[in-house]
């Protein structure tokens, strides 16, 4: 039954089958804890075969990466759209959906996983990243970014990445709330920044003017003042 | 000569000393690029006698991370008097002091360096957090801390790295104001989770109420709101 199936699937639908079982099967365990025999049992083919397919399962790893990582870049793009603060809560729902469905694969390549140092593996996460700048750099409408837009939009990033990981383990604050919270810290990182220099601040004041009164942004003006007095 | 140099030095003092070399090569120049046989001529010794002390390039490079986890570790240490926006500040000039005397190692290793994803490189990295995060604590005067205050800490922790690499590549901001920046984006993260939960308000309003009218917290607090006004 395993030959037939074997018989009827082409090198490039071999690959991608086992990389569909492979991020499946990280999704549930760290890819340390994952062999190559329990991937090729998944897919219903033998361990030499997945050989065939992937050298070793480091490229396996890297593959599942790669289709993980395009996965993901994807989750950034939101239409242009209706006030900022809304568009990254999306952004933020659509995040946390991902880190949900690959929690421990996400947690173990952030925190050191089998190929991490790997240039590829690395060039990834980059690429990652580079999305999710190059996204919000677009939704703000700035093409030429000051030094400190970019600290604060690649800090915030980073920001991010350690609120889910935090969240993985142990998911003891509900993830709507961080999702919420995150934008916030956009919010209030840009505020930040922009209360120490007049050119984020001319950058910022057309986007804040455009928020609605009832907005995550205004909204967190509010109780922020709330919570000064 | 160098038999000589060799004689007067015991196992201890001359792993102390390639230590030294390698972590002063580590700061013009990734790990990566620097080769055994460099960390041998600076050293003063043979290549072979840098392998009786060390066995490879990975156990010096674990070795010499380890004391500078230390030392970074200590740079968290500070006494608990005065207001708490002047005491982080103190920390981050010693932070960036830190940063800045090990750039090319400090890079290579929190962008993925030749250890990462070695078991030791992550544990001695995760010491330097937990440091952190165990002195913050202490100085919030919290013991069993809410899962939304551990949160802030921790993921303020990694944007304090992130602020720092993003300052290394290019220095295109001076270090002086991302110093105070990060004491005010401490302060801000704080105030997003405070805002929006009465366990952290319970928390944070008695350590604000000891900040003074010219603290950083207070000189943010004005500027924010006269930014949104």
């Known amino acids: 039954m395993t030959t037939g ?11 991608q089958q086992l990389i569909r079982v492979a ?24 361990r030499p ?9 480091l490229s396996l790893y890297e593959a599942a990466l790669k289709r993980a990582s395009e996965d993901l870049a994807g989750r950034f793009a939101e239409p242009h759209e209706g006030p900022l603060g809304a568009r990254l809560l999306r ?3 659509r995040y946390f959906d991902f ?22 593996t690395n060039a990834l996460i980059d690429s990652v990243r580079q999305a999710a700048y190059e996204h ?34 142990g998911r003891r604050i509900a993830r709507a709330e961080l999702e919420i ?3 916030h810290d956009f919010a209030a990182l840009t505020a930040v920044s922009a ?10 004041r057309p986007i804040l003017q455009d928020e609605p009164a009832d907005g995550p942004f205004s909204d967190l003006a509010a109780r922020l003042i709330a919570l000064a007095s």
Chains 1, 2 share one sequence.
């Open 181 to 183: 919270q995150l934008v």
């Open 195 to 204: 209360a120490f220099d007049d050119e984020m601040r001319a950058v910022l």
């Open 99 to 120: 880190v949900d469905e690959h929690g421990p694969g996400f947690s173990a390549l952030m925190r050191g996983g089998p190929a991490v140092g790997s240039s590829t």
């Open 49 to 57: 075969l997945v050989y065939h397919y992937f050298p070793g399962k």
């Open 23 to 46: 991020l499946e099967l990280f999704s549930r365990r760290s890819p340390d804890d994952v062999s190559i025999d329990e991937i090729a049992a998944a897919a219903g083919i033998s």
């Open 91 to 93: 952004v933020m729902r």
């Open 136 to 169: 919000i750099l677009a939704h703000l409408r700035v093409t030429d970014p000051p030094a400190r837009l970019e600290l604060v939009i690649r800090s915030w990033i980073s920001l991010a990445e350690s609120t889910a990981l935090i969240w993985l383990d």
């Open 5 to 15: 199936v074997r018989r009827r699937m082409g090198v490039d639908e071999r690959r």
